[in-house]
């Protein structure tokens, strides 16, 4: 089973260690190489990229490492690509 | 530990045994690629600085030369000057001088540019001579000062070839090195984890100042920082915003505590793991860390270049004195490891420990400092006009 690799146990992301397609079975797994959970690609995601771990609502943060790595743009599905279309940062700019 | 380094008087051991000729400003680049081109074995370094800096610039730019001059990979230096610069040869002698023998020819003195060129010759050829007498000798791993960045990110970075470098990181740390790691613009974000590693209260505000001070000139442009950072290339690696590319970059500085913030080419003072302040531009910070006194520099590639490899080979390691370790991290560039010393994509596929590619990152510091070439050393006629980093009024 391909895998994907969840940083901190709070993280609601993980980055896809090898690219999937829409459908494949995903063992998310540890640092540590234990499995947290298996789940299912909802579309085609690359190698390196992330893919949502649960659900995440529109307006809430998406964590990578345990931290903050900026806020979801709209719902985003368990198993679906997680990347700029749907994250932005909290960096400021302008008025 | 050991490696076998060349001793410098006043100053920590070089990895190499370079004779080097420095313009002092980037009008006299021509007459110093000459005098070079007539001496076997001398490496001319030309670079951009001009009249047109000030203030906090024209120092960084005297501290920038000074720092090549002084840097242990050097045996000797050839100034060469016009007479009327910002920044003559004079004053850069007197700092190089208590290091190693300086020279210095300039067109003021010697009246035009044959009797500069003359001159210069008959002077590299028997600094040239001189270092060629020197021979290695056993030094301690201490002495080693070990400059790291990371290029071509994307979200793969963070789990192979970061850890394993911040691995070797504090492997040299241990051992009494120091690591230099730099990159402002990525710490945003991830400012806090690396300030809770911070040895003072002194060394934290320095550090979050440097952040501070980034956000608010980002602020102010008013423009969306996405497509810089992180850049094209990143965001088809996998990375989404300057959070998550700040997170997993700072891993490559490895865990040990932070013992200071410097400015750009700033030398650290003691041993242990250090900040600099700093550009993202590969060049103009590799000049800043050899600058700093660094030896050799890390360079860690993820998988954020679509591009690949192939087409730039030697970029951004133009500073031929100043050797690079360059380590690959994505399995799916494998065809290209010929380009890279290192090879930590086995962390990917499961096959290597992240503990076990430091190990040998580690391993591959003392190979390079007691001689052997890096892959872009081996490979390299290509040179770049060095960068001297500004961030002020260019008049």
């Given at each position: 089973?391909?895998?994907?690799?969840?940083?901190?146990?709070?993280?609601?992301?993980?980055?896809?260690?090898?690219?999937?397609?829409?459908?494949?079975?995903?063992?998310?797994?540890?640092?540590?190489?234990?499995?947290?959970?298996?789940?299912?690609?909802?579309?085609?995601?690359?190698?390196?990229?992330?893919?949502?771990?649960?659900?995440?609502?529109?307006?809430?943060?998406?964590?990578?490492?345990?931290?903050?790595?900026?806020?979801?743009?709209?719902?985003?599905?368990?198993?679906?690509?997680?990347?700029?279309?749907?994250?932005?940062?909290?960096?400021?700019?302008?008025? | 530990?050991?490696?076998?380094?060349?001793?410098?008087?006043?100053?920590?051991?070089?990895?190499?045994?370079?004779?080097?000729?420095?313009?002092?400003?980037?009008?006299?680049?021509?007459?110093?690629?000459?005098?070079?081109?007539?001496?076997?074995?001398?490496?001319?370094?030309?670079?951009?600085?001009?009249?047109?800096?000030?203030?906090?610039?024209?120092?960084?730019?005297?501290?920038?030369?000074?720092?090549?001059?002084?840097?242990?990979?050097?045996?000797?230096?050839?100034?060469?000057?016009?007479?009327?610069?910002?920044?003559?040869?004079?004053?850069?002698?007197?700092?190089?001088?208590?290091?190693?023998?300086?020279?210095?020819?300039?067109?003021?003195?010697?009246?035009?540019?044959?009797?500069?060129?003359?001159?210069?010759?008959?002077?590299?050829?028997?600094?040239?001579?001189?270092?060629?007498?020197?021979?290695?000798?056993?030094?301690?791993?201490?002495?080693?000062?070990?400059?790291?960045?990371?290029?071509?990110?994307?979200?793969?970075?963070?789990?192979?070839?970061?850890?394993?470098?911040?691995?070797?990181?504090?492997?040299?740390?241990?051992?009494?090195?120091?690591?230099?790691?730099?990159?402002?613009?990525?710490?945003?974000?991830?400012?806090?984890?690396?300030?809770?590693?911070?040895?003072?209260?002194?060394?934290?505000?320095?550090?979050?100042?440097?952040?501070?001070?980034?956000?608010?000139?980002?602020?102010?442009?008013?423009?969306?920082?996405?497509?810089?950072?992180?850049?094209?290339?990143?965001?088809?690696?996998?990375?989404?915003?300057?959070?998550?590319?700040?997170?997993?970059?700072?891993?490559?500085?490895?865990?040990?505590?932070?013992?200071?913030?410097?400015?750009?080419?700033?030398?650290?003072?003691?041993?242990?793991?250090?900040?600099?302040?700093?550009?993202?531009?590969?060049?103009?910070?590799?000049?800043?860390?050899?600058?700093?006194?660094?030896?050799?520099?890390?360079?860690?590639?993820?998988?954020?270049?679509?591009?690949?490899?192939?087409?730039?080979?030697?970029?951004?390691c133009g500073i031929p004195v100043f050797p690079v370790i360059k380590?690959?991290?994505?399995?799916?560039?494998?065809?290209?490891?010929?380009?890279?010393?290192?090879?930590?994509?086995?962390?990917?596929?499961?096959?290597?420990?992240?503990?076990?590619?430091?190990?040998?990152?580690?391993?591959?510091?003392?190979?390079?400092?007691?001689?052997?070439?890096?892959?872009?050393?081996?490979?390299?006629?290509?040179?770049?006009?060095?960068?001297?980093?500004?961030?002020?009024?260019?008049?």
């Amino acid at each position: 089973m391909k895998r994907a690799i969840m940083i901190n146990k709070d993280d609601n992301v993980a980055t896809v260690l090898k690219g999937v397609k829409k459908g494949e079975k995903i063992a998310v797994i540890s640092t540590e190489n234990e499995v947290i959970k298996n789940i299912e690609a909802g579309e085609e995601i690359a190698t390196g990229h992330k893919i949502a771990v649960n659900s995440i609502n529109k307006g809430e943060i998406v964590t990578k490492y345990g931290e903050s790595i900026g806020t979801a743009t709209d719902w985003i599905d368990q198993g679906t690509h997680v990347h700029i279309h749907n994250v932005r940062s909290k960096v400021k700019y302008g008025d | 530990m050991h490696f076998n380094g060349y001793k410098r008087k006043n100053s920590p051991a070089g990895i190499r045994n370079h004779v080097i000729v420095l313009p002092t400003i980037g009008c006299i680049n021509e007459l110093a690629l000459e005098i070079s081109s007539r001496v076997k074995g001398a490496v001319p370094l030309l670079h951009n600085h001009a009249c047109i800096r000030l203030g906090p610039d024209l120092l960084r730019a005297k501290r920038t030369l000074i720092g090549i001059g002084t840097n242990p990979n050097i045996h000797s230096v050839l100034l060469v000057g016009l007479g009327c610069e910002s920044i003559t040869a004079e004053e850069l002698a007197e700092e190089i001088l208590p290091y190693k023998r300086v020279e210095a020819v300039t067109i003021k003195k010697e009246g035009n540019y044959n009797s500069a060129l003359e001159k210069g010759v008959a002077v590299l050829r028997e600094l040239v001579r001189r270092s060629s007498e020197i021979e290695r000798e056993k030094c301690d791993i201490a002495d080693l000062t070990v400059g790291i960045k990371c290029g071509g990110s994307g979200s793969v970075s963070a789990i192979a070839s970061n850890p394993a470098t911040g691995q070797a990181a504090d492997l040299l740390v241990e051992k009494g090195g120091r690591v230099i790691f730099s990159e402002t613009a990525e710490l945003i974000g991830a400012e806090h984890v690396l300030a809770s590693r911070a040895v003072d209260k002194t060394v934290r505000e320095k550090l979050l100042d440097c952040v501070d001070r980034m956000k608010s000139e980002i602020a102010d442009y008013g423009v969306d920082i996405l497509g810089s950072e992180p850049t094209k290339g990143n965001i088809a690696g996998g990375l989404t915003t300057i959070e998550e590319k700040s997170l997993g970059a700072i891993i490559k500085g490895g865990n040990s505590p932070l013992v200071g913030v410097l400015e750009y080419g700033e030398k650290p003072s003691s041993p242990g793991l250090y900040f600099m302040d700093g550009t993202t531009q590969a060049s103009q910070l590799f000049l800043g860390m050899f600058t700093a006194g660094a030896q050799i520099q890390v360079f860690s590639f993820g998988g954020g270049l679509p591009a690949r490899f192939r087409g730039l080979p030697s970029y951004p390691c133009g500073i031929p004195v100043f050797p690079v370790i360059k380590v690959l991290g994505n399995p799916e560039d494998v065809e290209e490891r010929e380009y890279f010393d290192i090879y930590a994509g086995d962390i990917i596929s499961g096959e290597a420990s992240v503990k076990e590619v430091g190990k040998s990152i580690f391993n591959e510091f003392i190979r390079v400092a007691s001689g052997k070439m890096t892959i872009t050393e081996s490979r390299s006629g290509y040179k770049e006009l060095l960068q001297i980093y500004a961030n002020g009024l260019l008049m």
